[in-house]
């Protein structure tokens, strides 16, 4: 059975960073695109970014480019997200998913399409 384990978060003071990874088990576990998702409280879950495990093609949602930034390890089982100048608003419990369809942005609003095989999540909170 295939899971994926998110680690990482924690509490941060605005402007500050964090890195989240996720790591696939078993090892032989792969899929071509891996990304994560944010669910504030009452908020509906929303893409943050999305990796090709094949080659690193990397995609971001608008509020998130140029502070965060998606990775991967070479074997392609464990996935990261560094997150600089952390804003209130992105608070809330981060998810890695495996994704269908990278390459397209809908994955950002369109999660019950585009994303199967969830973490449990790792919690992210954001204060002023």
């Known amino acids: 059975q295939v899971q994926l384990v998110e680690s990482g978060g924690g509490s941060v003071q605005a402007g500050g960073s964090l890195r989240l990874s996720c790591a696939a088990s078993p090892y032989t576990y792969k899929t071509k695109c891996m990304g994560w998702y944010r669910q504030a409280p009452g908020k509906e879950r929303e893409g943050i970014a999305t990796?090709?495990?094949?080659?690193?093609?990397?995609w971001y949602a608008d509020p998130v480019k140029r502070r965060f930034t998606i990775s991967k390890d070479n074997s392609g089982n464990e996935m990261y997200l560094q997150m600089n100048s952390l804003k209130p608003e992105g608070a809330g419990l981060y998810y890695c998913?495996?994704?269908?369809?990278?390459?397209?942005?809908?994955?950002?609003?369109?999660?019950?399409?585009?994303?199967?095989?969830w973490g449990r999540g790792t919690q992210v909170t954001v204060s002023t």
């Open positions: 998913a495996a994704i269908i369809g990278c390459g397209f942005m809908s994955w950002v609003d369109n999660w019950r399409t585009h994303a199967h095989t």
């Open positions: 990796i090709y495990t094949v080659g690193g093609n990397t």
